[in-house]
């Protein structure tokens, strides 16, 4: 669907993936019949096949050994592996245990494979030296695995780690948690780490079966890596969604005979295969070898072209020489995507449009779900035909970079659409995507695209397609183009110079300046095989001449693409920003930044004068020191004449003609380095910090976990890494590391005040492994660990330091951890503990201030657990995960989390409410309220007696509470603020009700049950709970009613536990029954409760009375929606919605509107995983009991429905309400 006139394509509804995770998709598809699976293709050519129960046996095994080694859920494992069947039982092993895995490329050229072991240390150092997961063989620095053994985070291969035994227990985990971490290097290489979602990777997979047909029958040949989106994303998580036969080969094995491609795609009657532009031209430079096949192609309709631009020449030829095979002519898909979309969300086959004049070949239409937008520099839509920055959204799309705040606000847009970098246009409905903005060329006032030069240079004869790399360079007059090209045998250079300079002046106006010839290895690849420009640019500017294949620089490279891409942007963005300014880092290793330029001295010795007056910054640093600095007692003969040297060079590189003054001043006997506040990353992290402090002080400890946060950031490594010390910087070193700590000591200290004790517990785990003899960070993992409810854990924290102190040391902790120790021994919980870093003590408060106390906790009291709790492990495990701070999804606003359990009444959600609770209130320091949003006549309370009830827990004095309804609302933000509480509605009947009742901030963790849908609560997260599952259901009755009496008769107790729709309020009502009847078997239960008649009245007691709790959510209905349900109770269950109409004698949209009202009350449910054309629907069994024969409503009579429920007491109260 186009927006009219506008560059705006929309693909329509997102399809249901039916699905709510990757580890349900895996086991749906090892569940399913037939013999479908995966097919690895060996690096000799052999092939090994597993069906997908062999990959979830695998994983399983996987699993068994990642949780041995103490893996915990969300915990994020780094994936270093080449082999397929491997990589692909590690990746399912952390799906199915919850943990995520984090996958980093082994290369596939010569060049890649060099540098993947630095790219590996970057990677696992970056972000946070996880557990590491290495294939046999795989070349790994020795100095990351010695860290990472240090670390306890050394996992070994896949074979080390598999057991014997597999683990099949599933972590339950929800369609919006994380479930892969993939790495993209866009055009520099940079490793940011794009999080993707089940929901992301689901929607897409999805999306793109009902967009192209595709379904269990499908056939796939794949040879792109699989630690990449397109490999794992685009076609192996795909298939395995669909329960489709996969067949991957090695990247490398089929790039040595490029036919080999279509030799499996035949073997194997494939139906999709995918590969980037480049890999079709290598198959028509084979056209040669094509006599001797015999290739049946025609089963081959979904050839996805795509991850680079796509040449339609080549295309063409492609399609051309395969015709003879039966490859169909409209077989070729180009498409777009990216990592960040989880793949590809944009296609079309190749002929729906002429491309035969088309400089750019279209992408296609977006698929359900996803919507592209092209847009100016302002953000506003640009008309049909105009080139701009395309944008897309969708549910396919990442929430962002992996501990990446900074990329991850630039890439989106204040209304929610991703950024992608690449310029693009909509004409005919269709996307055309140009070139990364980033990669346009401009010369003499002409813009054009890299690639657009590219194809027209490999339209010479002599030019072999798919090496040529255009980019421009900066030569001896400024900024020149140059074209990268590889020869074919013959030509020559003078020649082809000027054949190329003559044929891209022509066509597209541009100059060409440099014309350098290149072997085939010379070019830069990532691992698909896309090209690298910059990197191209970087190794011709440094080298001065064509490029070497081996990488010079690794990850310092690497990071200088990713700076320069980073500035790039900005200035895009903000054409008036300041080019000049100074940017100083020491936090990492030393660089200097000026007009968006890389200033740091190359000459080490220069550093490291540049190091000595940076710590000394705007201080006069005497010669002598330097000299003692650089030689120490061994100076040479002109030592004074050298230093002077290297300080020319640092003025040399500090100039900035922007703004040129002088920043390296001589002084007497000495030198200075001028620098402004805001310039040294050092004193803002200092400044951060400091107001982080004083913001704890004043008892604000969001500003200050936020603000000790962001200073934290600023940390890149060790301070000055790589640069060699003398006696000065030795000494001045240490005490910044000490920094850090101290800093690292406050932020946790903030977060612990804000009750963030469950998510910090792994943090904290980590800190005092690393640094063992820090009392302060194990009283900090004591607190969080204590008010967890991990008592255990905090003791071994405590005996852990103990040893290790007394070993080490042959001393005692601290009187203060000891008292801790006490208080964890005792049960109890210290309200001051952790609220500040007691071993480095605040500053004292100003004269005349005074230090704010801490508030009392509030009074509020839990309802009794239910000691017979039983089941609900996923649901609990879902509540937890909720219930933590930093909740994947949630919206950051301010406001207090929010937990509304849902589902009809007699389903558990005031038990699981409860029993959650308790679990979680040792979290809560600042204490628990509690308030039942019902009175005993089952009438919903006023929001002013809710709020009267909750401000005298908090300490209010009843009497002098107001009567005004939003001055209690604003009393009780005011009492919550900043606290840690747990706050536990009961039984809510609207959302009106609920608001006034909402804590100030989420420090707060709000519970909310209810039988109705409630629209309209901020951040709110919907749990819905439905029936016990039927061993579950069968283990409650048998606790309630007495396990000896029931326990050898399974079959019937599954009956009897079915005939009360395995409801938890049902089964204890009759259960208890049970128990107290010693005259009754269960077999004379299970017949006697088949009449519903006999049911009822079993139901109804006193004490407990079931079907008045149910005929309570029905006298809540309006007349019309009890109208509907007892016309809709006449069908024999389940029913779809063309039934409920007949029964409803109403129109189309009638009968979605009374349904849905229905569902929203939970008088009536929807079957699980049923799509919205194949509904189908149930009136709850307790409901059904409940609801009074039609003739006691006034209701016509319809066949069959005339029902005595033996429940007058229900049937009169109904008649009565109506």
Known sequence: MTAHGLSLLDGGPAPDPRCATLGNALVRAALAPGDRGLCFVGPDGGETRWS??????????????????????????????????????????????????????????????????????????????????????????????????????????????????PDHRRHPGGPDDTAALLLTSGSTGVPKAVMLSHRNILSRSAATARANGLGSATRTVNWMPLDHAGGLLLFHVRDVFLGAHQVHAPTEWVLADPLRWLDLADRHR?????????????????????????????????????????????????????????????????????????????????????????????????????????????????????????????????????????????????DGWFRTGDLAFVEDGVLTVTGRADELVECDGVCRHSHEIEAVVEELDFVTPSYTVATPVTGPAGEEIAVFYRPRPGTGPERAATAVRARVADRLGVRVTRVVPVAAGDVPRTGIGKLRRARMRHWYETQGGAPSATPQDGPAARAGEEE??????????????????????????????????????????????????L????????????????????????????VQTYVYQLRKALHCEVNPCERVRTGPNGYRIDLRPGELDLWEFEHGVRRARTALGEGDPRTA???????????????????????????????????????????????????????????????????????????????????????????????????????????EPSERLQRLQQEVLTAQVSETEAAAPALDPDPAPAPGSAAPARPEPVRGKLPLDTPDFTGRAAELARLTALAEPDTPGRATNGGPRVVVVLGPVGVGKSALAVHGAHRLAGGFPDGVLHARLHDAEDRPRSARAVLHALLRDCGHDPAALPDDTDELAGMLRAATAGRSLLMLLDDAA????????????????????????????????????????????????????????????????????GLMGNFPLALRAVGEKFAGRPMWTLGDLALGLVDEGRLAAELHDEACDVLARAAGAVVRLPASLRRALALLSAAEEPFDMARAGELLDGDSWDTQSLVGRLLDHHVLVAEPHTRPAALLLRVPHLVRLALPSPDDTGLRVLPGTDRDL??????SVLTAAG
């Open 615 to 642: 710590l000394n910054a705007n201080r006069l640093v005497s010669t002598s020191t330097l000299i003692e600095e650089l030689w120490e007692a061994e100076p040479p003969r002109l030592a004074r004449k050298t």
């Open 564 to 613: 320069d891409a980073m500035a790039e942007e900005t200035r895009a963005q903000h054409p008036g920003a300041d080019g000049g300014a100074l940017r100083v880092s020491v936090l990492g290793p030393l660089e200097i930044r000026a007009q968006g330029e890389d200033r740091t001295p190359s000459a080490p010795m220069a550093r490291r004068v540049l190091a000595v007056l």
């Open 990 to 1057: 609207t959302t009106d009700q609920v608001l006034p009742l909402l804590p100030a901030d989420d420090s707060a963790l709000v519970l909310v049950t209810s039988r109705v849908r409630l629209p309209g609560l901020p951040g709110a997260h919907a749990l819905a709970l439905g029936p016990l599952p039927a061993p579950d259901a069968a283990a409650f009755f048998a606790r309630v009613a007495g396990g000896e009496r029931v326990a050898d008769d399974a079959e019937t107790l599954g009956r009897v536990t």
């Open 1206 to 1211: 033996g429940h007058r007491t229900v049937s």
């Open 270 to 414: 494939a139906c999709t295969t995918w590969a980037p532009n480049f890999a079709f031209s290598l198959v028509n430079d084979r056209a040669d070898g094509l006599a001797d096949r015999h290739w049946d192609l025609s089963r081959l309709r979904y050839v996805m072209n795509g991850g680079e631009a796509v040449r339609a020449s080549v295309v063409r030829r492609f399609l051309d020489l395969l015709a003879p095979f039966g490859l169909p002519g409209d077989a070729v898909h180009p498409g777009w995507g990216m990592s960040e979309t989880a793949a590809g969300v944009v296609d079309h086959r190749f002929r729906d449009l002429d491309t035969a004049d088309a400089r750019h070949v279209p992408a296609g239409r977006p698929q359900p779900g996803t919507a592209v937008r092209c847009v100016d520099t302002d953000g506003t839509v640009v008309p049909v035909g105009t080139v701009g920055r395309l944008e897309v959204r969708g549910p396919s799309v990442t929430r962002g970079y992996l501990d990446d705040a900074a990329h991850t606000r630039r890439a989106f847009t204040a």
């Open 705 to 811: 976990a936020a603000l000790a946060r962001d200073a934290l950031a600023l940390w890149r490594g060790e301070p000055f890494a790589g640069l060699e010390t003398g006696p000065l910087l030795a000494a001045q070193l240490p005490p910044l590391a000490d920094l850090r700590l101290s800093a690292l000591e406050l932020r946790v200290t903030a977060d612990l005040r804000l009750g963030r004790h469950r998510a910090l517990l792994g943090e904290l785990r980590q800190l005092t492994a690393d640094h063992p003899l820090n009392e302060e960070f194990t009283a900090q993992l004591m607190t969080a660990a204590h008010r967890s409810g991990q008592r255990a854990t905090a003791l071994e924290a405590f005996a852990r330091l103990r040893r290790r102190l007394v070993d080490e040391l042959g001393i």
């Open 52 to 165: 997908y129960r062999r990959l979830l046996h695998e994983a399983a095994r996987t699993l068994a050994g990642l949780r041995r080694a103490g893996t915990r859920p969300g915990e994020r494992v780094v994936v270093h592996v080449a082999e397929a069947p491997e990589l692909l039982s590690v990746f399912w092993a952390c799906v199915l245990g919850g943990f995520v895995p984090l996958l980093v490329g082994t290369g596939t050229t010569e060049a890649n494979r060099a540098a993947a072991p630095a790219l590996l240390d970057e990677v696992w150092n970056r972000y946070g030296r996880p557990r590491l997961v290495t294939g046999r063989g795989q070349p790994v620095d020795p100095a990351t695995e010695a860290a990472a053994r240090a670390a306890g985070a050394w996992l070994g291969s896949p074979h080390e780690l598999r057991a014997d035994a």
